[in-house]
């Protein structure tokens, strides 16, 4: 049975005029909207008590299972103004599918795919005014789905009590001063995932362990760290939160294959699936480290670039490890490829080309 969302309405909104001036400059994450969705499973009676109700701090018992054990998935999409006005969000489809896919990972209870759309579509609707005019540019609206054991039980086995939330936080373009090209750091000290683990989940975990390799990345001067499969320390895997692709001169666009320790991005997916009308030859198979560094140093190796919901494409410039360093890019280089994919994907997001594909699933 389809759920229902009991609307409780923020008396105090946000006015007109303090909104406004988040929108005009929202940056990533600092600002969420009037409301919030929230929905709890119990193992007797599955999902029940969804409601939309004021933003807010949550209550939970300090010996909620999920602060002494990390059993916690969540999602990322964005909800995009057409210029009609119309709001609209990129295969949630997929997002509802990997969501059921990390929770049965992490022994977490499935959410249907029409009750994870219509929560989104719940929360949207009531904060419809927060989702950034057409035209800014690539404004948005995040909107962050995520689920965790709330069930106060100190004992070690999957909980009998779950709580699902979506929140909402305008976004602004991700390269406000024009797309500038990331610094890579070879982590081979910590790896994020490693084989039989999780990260083929998109759950909080894999961020915390990441964070190490992020460090000692910054340490380094790299603005983000690239991790390498756990085992043989040979072959490319991802960055922290975005999945990598490498442009061969000859026309390949390489990623690594699906191993079970990456996260299958929806941007990923899409490109792949985009990058034949292009004119280019997609190909996923696993790509040693040591590939990267030649390709840049003959000059086979055009452009890398890193993807995901939230920077959509970015360009990777510098490759740092321990003891060197390399750079594909060289005179009237441009990330052609890269900013071309870039624009295809944002072209159908914002609605400026037709959604031949079906992508798109309108929330407001
Ligand atoms: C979310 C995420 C991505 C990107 O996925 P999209 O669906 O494209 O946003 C890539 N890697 C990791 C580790 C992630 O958590």
Not at 184 to 202: N, Q
Not at 301 to 315: K, Q, R
Request: charged share 20%; glycine share 10%; net charge negative.
């Amino acid at each position: 049975m389809a759920l229902t969302f009991d609307v409780t309405r923020r008396q105090d909104v946000v006015s007109d005029a303090d909104r406004a001036a988040v929108l005009a400059d929202p940056g990533f994450g600092n600002h969420f909207t009037d409301h919030m969705v929230t929905v709890t499973w119990t193992k007797g009676d599955g999902w029940h008590d969804a409601k939309v109700t004021p933003y807010g701090p949550i209550s939970i018992d300090p010996s909620a299972a999920v602060l002494h054990y990390a059993q916690e998935i969540f999602e990322g999409m964005k909800a995009y103004r057409h210029a009609d006005g119309s709001v609209w969000t990129f295969r949630p489809q997929q997002n509802a599918a990997r969501f059921a896919r990390s929770a049965t990972r992490m022994a977490l209870p499935v959410m249907q795919e029409a009750d994870f759309i219509d929560a989104l579509r719940a929360l949207v609707t009531m904060d419809e005014a927060w989702v950034p005019p057409a035209g800014g540019g690539e404004t948005s609206l995040y909107l962050r789905p995520f689920m965790f054991a709330s069930e106060p039980f100190l004992g070690v086995r999957p909980a009998n009590e779950v709580t699902f939330c979506v929140i909402a936080s305008p976004a602004g373009a991700y390269f406000s001063g024009g797309v500038k090209p990331v610094s890579l750091w070879i982590s081979t000290d910590f790896a994020r995932a490693g084989d039989g683990g999780t990260g083929a989940a998109k759950c909080g975990g894999n961020y915390a362990s990441s964070l190490a390799g992020q460090l000692e990345g910054a340490e380094h001067g790299c603005d983000q760290a690239v991790f390498l499969d756990s085992s043989s320390h040979t072959y490319i895997e991802e960055l922290g939160g975005m999945n990598l692709f490498i442009v061969y001169k000859d026309g390949r666009l390489v990623t690594p294959e699906l191993t079970g320790s990456i996260l299958e991005g929806v941007t990923r997916d899409s490109i792949l699936e985009l990058s034949k009308d292009l004119g280019l030859q997609p190909e996923e198979r696993r790509i040693p480290i040591q590939e990267w560094k030649d390709g840049a140093a003959s000059g086979e190796i055009a452009e890398v670039f890193a993807c995901g919901t939230a920077a959509v494409v970015t360009p990777v410039g510098e490759l740092k490890w321990d003891g060197g360093s390399c750079d594909h890019r060289r005179e009237g280089h441009d990330d052609k490829v890269a900013l071309q994919i870039r624009s295809s994907l944002l072209d159908i997001q914002y609605g400026r080309v037709e959604d031949s594909r079906g992508w798109l699933t309108r929330l407001a």
